[in-house]
């Protein structure tokens, strides 16, 4: 009978340590201290190395996913090697600048969502210039000792909403 009780107190304090770890307040900050620093490597490396900075800051495996103004762009972490690899070819430059309304939502310890306007500047491989203003979200993952986005959604303002 003792060792059933033993068994089962050790079996219930295992179970309770496999929840989600709680999100303290001094995480929160951590995290978004982190994020926010992140998100501005990202915007000064993909000015800096164009598209092809892109995929070091995002998740290469089956979680992660890009949608852009209703549509797949990526729909996992495989496809985007190739896909920035046509994209840089034929936009070789892009500067990206994240609004001052950047903000970072603190999930768990480990995720985190991000939401902020953003403004790019494109040059393709002939020259050309275009400009393109939207809003951005994703979501972002600490993995082996640093962030990465999950996935993200671009968007550009439409026709008003009726």
Aim: charged letters at 20%; one cysteine or more.
């Amino acid at each position: 009978m003792r060792t059933r009780w033993w068994a089962l107190l050790l079996g219930a304090v295992l179970f309770a340590g496999c929840g989600p770890r709680p999100l303290t307040s001094e995480g929160a900050v951590r995290i978004d201290r982190d994020v926010r620093a992140f998100a501005l490597a990202v915007a000064q490396d993909v000015t800096k190395d164009g598209p092809l900075a892109w995929p070091k800051y995002l998740d290469g495996g089956p979680s992660f996913f890009l949608a852009a103004n209703g549509q797949w762009g990526f729909r996992d972490g495989a496809s985007v090697a190739a896909g920035m690899q046509s994209f840089a070819s034929a936009v070789p430059h892009v500067e990206l600048h994240w609004g001052d309304d950047l903000r970072v939502d603190p999930l768990t310890p480990d995720l985190a969502v991000m939401a902020a306007s953003y403004r790019e500047i494109q040059v393709s491989a002939s020259g050309s210039r275009t400009e393109q203003s939207g809003f951005f979200t994703g979501t972002l993952e600490y993995r082996d000792g640093r962030w990465r986005f999950r996935n993200q959604h671009w968007s550009v303002p439409g026709p008003p909403v009726r």
